[in-house]
């Protein structure tokens, strides 16, 4: 059986915290977006937030399904 290897060489506590750290970046600038009042920032904010939370929310999904899958498989 093949395994599955990330493409990047990351530690392992670093590459589990990823859709953590790209959720946190989602909110604060989300918040950022509140806040900020110059030219088209609150948009640029506004969306870069949601793609984080977003891309975050389907690693985390991603990577609980396979993990569920293979424990099934197992």
């Known amino acids: 059986m093949l395994e599955r290897v990330p493409l990047m060489w990351l530690s392992k506590p670093i590459y589990e915290m ?11 600038a989300l918040v950022a977006s ?18 984080c939370l977003t891309g975050g929310l389907v690693i985390w999904l991603k990577r609980r399904d396979y993990r569920q899958n293979m424990n099934k498989r197992a």
């Open 18 to 28: 990823i859709p953590y750290y790209y959720m946190v970046a989602g909110v604060l």
């Open 34 to 51: 509140y806040f900020v009042d110059f030219w088209y920032w609150p948009i640029i904010c506004l969306v870069l937030g949601v793609s």
